[in-house]
């Protein structure tokens, strides 16, 4: 009884055992073993082993020559044939004959399977674009597994699902190539029909092949398909800029079809090198519908898109009433300020940089000098804040003279012989002359006069020699205002008061100056007559320390010196125990009047 495996596989290479088992119903006296391959040329039989009680020959030329041996099985009954190094042509029948003599004989096979993993696959796909339009499916990828055994599938997938071959659709061509070596090449080649969904697929490759116990896959990167498609639908739009339009801005118009490869566009109003048109400096004229159209060399057929442009504008402002304009005083005014735009505007109204007014009017009501002036407006457009304009009107307000603190009478006390200035400032159109009466002083002067646009101010210098009384009046063709001033002389009582003033040269305060030292020196000289007779106690004479209060802490002295004209007090810093060496003095002469 024979017990054989149906097949033994193995890898290229490495070692093939296949075991014979046989059973005796009753124990021969001697038995032999032969081993045989199937030749695969002819169907033939070849003996490569012969073993029996005495001897073991491995039979000489054959393909196994010198790579079997044949050896027990440990416990049960039977041989084991190993084979080394197997190799491709090793897939054959291997027979199993056992002859007991008078126990009788038997025979069992196993086919020995040999594997070898083919290359990893490698895709090659189709670099020109292929047309939805062809009507049978194109060549689009090639796949190839290289040199496996036994020969290798190839499947191909689009994504992640398998292609099956459909009729009209999908077919798929094999070449299988035995090499030289024994080993298989396949080759597959996938023809599709593309659609426009294919654009974005990713063809790939498996190869799928045995190996001792399984299949195993190996799988090809992916490949994208160029697919060219008819443009059905034109897109135009505005590229740039964003949001509104408004005039002197540079537009970009965009055209854009979904066909590839994308067709040669045109534009109906401007020709445009490629897919964009772009307008440069656009007015409000450049408004309306533009278009883009694209003829489909395949199909022959136009498709057109559009957009519609509007350029928005704001035309320069117009005044009312223009540049300038002379009011009364007391006259009322509304100045208009427009300006002409597509989208709504918004106006300010300003005057020396503040605002006074919003809305295309200005209500200038019972003008006074203050009213008079440059006013500016400024018109914006909120939703476009590119868009802004401005215009002006100068206002020149008329009158009669207004001068500057008039109603106030000045009154005013100054020493005799001083000068003194006057000043006028009035407000008129046109322009006001300033004239003075001086009353109580020969000697004035106008030392300056200036105007600004709308007042003068005058200034006169006056020398006070006995009471004055002054008037300024303000005239031009439309009337006069006069402001009125009284300086009353005084006279300085001592001016022992101001001793250090004898650059004003005045004879009579020297006078007064020897009367007052006579004076002292009487007084002096009694103060000392009566001292002599002991009838005032007093401190040193000359110098006197009005202070003196601790003086190790504070180290602070004030010395008073006497002098005629000043008393110098001098501060001295840093006592006796004072680390202030005598550098750090400070010494600080005060001029006091006496
Ligand atoms: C290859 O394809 C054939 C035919 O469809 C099939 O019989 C065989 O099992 C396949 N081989 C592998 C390794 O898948
Ligand atoms: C496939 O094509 C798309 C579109 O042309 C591209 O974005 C992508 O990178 C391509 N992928 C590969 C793997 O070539
Ligand atoms: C009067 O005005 C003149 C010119 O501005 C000036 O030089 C002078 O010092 C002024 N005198 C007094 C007393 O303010
Ligand atoms: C100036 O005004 C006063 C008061 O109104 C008037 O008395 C005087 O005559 C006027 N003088 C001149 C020069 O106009």
């Not at 006279?491 to 007064?512: A, F, Q, Y």
């Not at 007779?533 to 006197?544: D, E, F, H, L, Y």
């Not at 601790?550 to 180290?555: F, M, V």
Request: with cysteine; charged share 20%.
């Amino acid at each position: 009884d024979m017990t054989m495996e149906e097949s033994v596989e193995v890898y290229l290479g490495d070692s093939a055992g296949i075991p014979c088992q046989y059973v005796f119903s009753e124990q021969p006296r001697a038995f032999m073993i032969q081993w045989f391959v199937r030749n695969p040329s002819s169907s033939s039989r070849e003996r490569i082993y012969y073993g029996d009680n005495a001897q073991q020959i491995v039979d000489d030329g054959t393909d196994f020559t010198g790579r079997i041996t044949v050896s027990n099985i440990g416990d049960k009954e039977g041989v084991l044939l190993t084979i080394q190094d197997v190799q491709l042509t090793d897939e054959r029948e291997f027979f199993c004959q056992v002859n007991g003599m008078a126990a009788g004989n038997g025979e069992g096979k196993t086919h020995l399977r040999v594997f070898d993993p083919p290359m990893a696959p490698v895709i090659e796909g189709v670099h020109a674009g292929i047309s939805v339009t062809n009507e049978l499916p194109s060549r689009i990828a090639s796949c190839e597994a290289r040199n496996g055994f036994p020969r290798p599938n190839i499947t191909w997938y689009r994504g992640i699902s398998p292609l099956t071959p459909t009729h009209g659709q999908i077919n798929v061509v094999i070449l299988v190539t035995r090499e030289s070596s024994g080993f298989y090449t396949v080759q597959s080649e996938l023809q599709y029909k593309v659609a426009k969904e294919d654009k974005d697929v990713l063809f790939s490759c498996e190869v799928s092949y045995y190996v001792p116990g399984a299949v195993r896959t190996a799988e090809s990167k992916g490949i994208n398909i160029t697919v060219h498609y008819p443009t059905t639908v034109v897109e135009l739009w505005k590229e740039s800029p964003q949001g509104l339009v408004k005039e002197g801005d540079t537009v970009e118009i965009r055209c854009q079809g979904d066909g590839n490869p994308p067709p040669p566009f045109t534009f109906n109003r401007q020709q445009a090198s490629d897919d964009t048109l772009v307008l440069r400096e656009v007015t409000r004229g450049d408004s309306g519908v533009y278009q883009c159209r694209s003829l489909d060399l395949d199909t022959y057929e136009e498709v057109m898109g559009d957009v519609q442009l509007i350029v928005h504008y704001l035309d320069p402002a117009l005044v009312v009433p223009k540049d300038s304009e002379i009011m009364f005083k007391g006259e009322s005014l509304t100045a208009t300020c427009n300006a002409l735009s597509s989208l709504e505007t918004f106006t300010v109204w300003f005057k020396n940089g503040l605002q006074v007014g919003t809305g295309h009017m200005l209500f200038l009501q019972d003008a006074t000098y203050d009213t008079a002036g440059e006013y500016v407006c400024e018109v914006t457009v909120p939703s476009l804040p590119g868009l802004h304009t401005s215009g002006s009107v100068h206002i020149i307000v008329q009158g009669a003279p207004q001068m500057k603190d008039a109603d106030r009478e000045v009154e005013m006390e100054e020493g005799a012989g001083k000068w003194m200035n006057l000043s006028c400032e009035a407000h008129a159109h046109p322009l006001p002359t300033i004239s003075w009466t001086v009353t109580g002083s020969q000697s004035w002067r106008e030392v300056l006069t200036s105007a600004t646009d709308h007042s003068t101010i005058s200034l006169v210098s006056i020398k006070v020699t006995s009471d004055i009384t002054a008037f300024c009046n303000a005239t031009n063709e439309m009337g006069t205002e006069a402001k009125s001033f009284s300086i009353s002389a005084s006279k300085p009582p001592c001016h022992i008061l101001t001793p250090w003033k004898k650059s004003e040269g005045n004879g009579v305060i020297i006078v007064v100056v020897i009367i007052c030292v006579l004076l002292l020196a009487v007084l002096g000289s009694v103060l000392y007559f009566l001292h002599k007779k002991g009838k005032i106690p007093c401190g040193r004479s000359g110098k006197q320390e009005i202070t003196k209060e601790n003086p190790n802490k504070d180290g602070i002295v004030v010395e008073m010196k006497t002098d005629t004209k000043t008393e110098e007090a001098v501060l001295l810093k840093g006592g006796n125990g004072d680390k202030n060496g005598p550098n750090d003095q400070v010494t600080m002469n005060m001029k006091a009047i006496r």
